[in-house]
């Protein structure tokens, strides 16, 4: 899912064909998610939509490979409609428990699709955007790109598969991400692995232009990528986290999230100092419950493969509504918007590991 704390337009009053735009062009079926006003941002009818469509493609021999791609400049995806799954809950219907299945199905079958996919991923990419694109072949960001999993903001935490792709970026800064729920620009999201290329996005229309005059051989994969090297690189100078590695490696590798908050706030290094108390004044705002079972969430996901981690999210979600903190996030960032969240507990000193540990008890990896 997301914190995506825009109010997007309800799509009940616009229709799913509106919202999500598909035609092929040379052996590419180009898909577009068509909400530009609510940052492109998904809900159930787009997650029908869009699955719908990948499977047709993928028994289509006339279509080589597939282009993801978001309306308008703001966004490739910030996530999913958080206020429509909000109204479910209060309106005791049962589309956010629908939602959350079908979106997860939707991104193991980018995960697992036959043939190539690329995501380009300018603006925002947030939570569910996160989930769209990391299980695709050929992640492209641009200057404009912020990618981030910010649940714990809204008292939730990273889903969409976000317990396998976080907790496999390098050393702990998938966890600092996760916990933290920071964005992260172009440079950093090449050195964490959470894209592959980078691309001007003044470039983005020749792109589309050599997409659609790509002579394809047998390898369609390789076509792609021969595409992008003409206006893409790989790598990006001075990625902020990189300097910041060290730091993130000893700080977020600490038992528990009070741990991690007491000690950043005790940092007297000069070249570190500002960061680490920034970053513990960000955490204490953040839902005490959701970073901690964030914190929980990731280490196991360490160790589980792709379909476990989804399975162990879907175990979490069936719970949350009820025991989390997400509806009263939304109330206080979306709904009311007072910004004032009543967080259970209210701090971190509050948590409970018992409690805590609670969440994952009943589920088998």
Request: net charge negative; with cysteine; glycine share 6%.
């Amino acid at each position: 899912m997301t914190a995506q704390v825009v109010s997007a337009t309800s799509s009940e009053r616009e229709p799913a064909c509106d919202t999500v735009l598909s035609e092929v062009r040379n052996h590419i079926g180009h898909i577009t998610l068509n909400r530009p006003q609510g940052l492109n941002a998904i809900d159930l009818k787009m997650v029908r939509h869009l699955q719908q469509q990948l499977d047709a493609w993928a028994k289509d021999d006339k279509v080589y490979a597939v282009v993801l791609r978001g309306a308008g400049e703001k966004a490739f995806c910030a996530g999913g409609d958080i206020r429509s799954l909000y109204d479910s809950y209060i309106q005791n219907r049962t589309d956010h428990q629908a939602f959350f299945v079908e979106e997860y199905a939707l991104d193991l079958t980018l995960h697992h699709y036959r043939k190539p996919v690329i995501a380009l991923m300018d603006g925002f990419v947030l939570g569910g955007g996160m989930g769209l694109a990391q299980g695709v072949d050929l992640r492209v960001v641009t200057e404009r790109s912020r990618l981030a999993m910010p649940e714990v903001a809204i008292g939730y935490f990273p889903d969409v598969g976000g317990s396998y792709f976080l907790s496999r970026v390098p050393g702990e800064l998938g966890v600092y991400l996760g916990v933290t729920g920071v964005q992260i620009q172009a440079a950093d999201a090449l050195y964490c692995g959470l894209a592959d290329w980078y691309l001007q996005s003044a470039r983005l229309a020749d792109f589309d232009r050599q997409l659609d005059t790509l002579k394809w051989t047998l390898t369609p994969l390789k076509d792609l990528q021969g595409a992008l090297a003409k206006l893409a690189v790989q790598q990006l100078p001075e990625p902020p986290l990189q300097t910041l590695r060290p730091a993130i490696d000893h700080f977020f590798a600490l038992p528990d999230i009070p741990s991690i908050i007491q000690q950043l706030l005790e940092v007297t290094v000069i070249d570190t100092h500002s960061w680490a108390v920034d970053t513990a004044h960000l955490m204490k705002t953040r839902s005490p419950l959701a970073m901690a079972v964030t914190l929980e969430l990731l280490r196991r996901g360490r160790h589980l493969p792709l379909e476990a981690c989804f399975d162990l999210e879907l175990h979490l979600d069936r719970q949350w509504f009820e025991r989390g903190d997400l509806i009263e996030g939304v109330r206080a960032l979306i709904v009311d918007k007072d910004k004032k969240p009543h967080w259970n507990p209210s701090t971190v000193e509050a948590l409970d590991a018992e409690h805590v540990a609670s969440f994952f008890s009943g589920h088998e990896a």
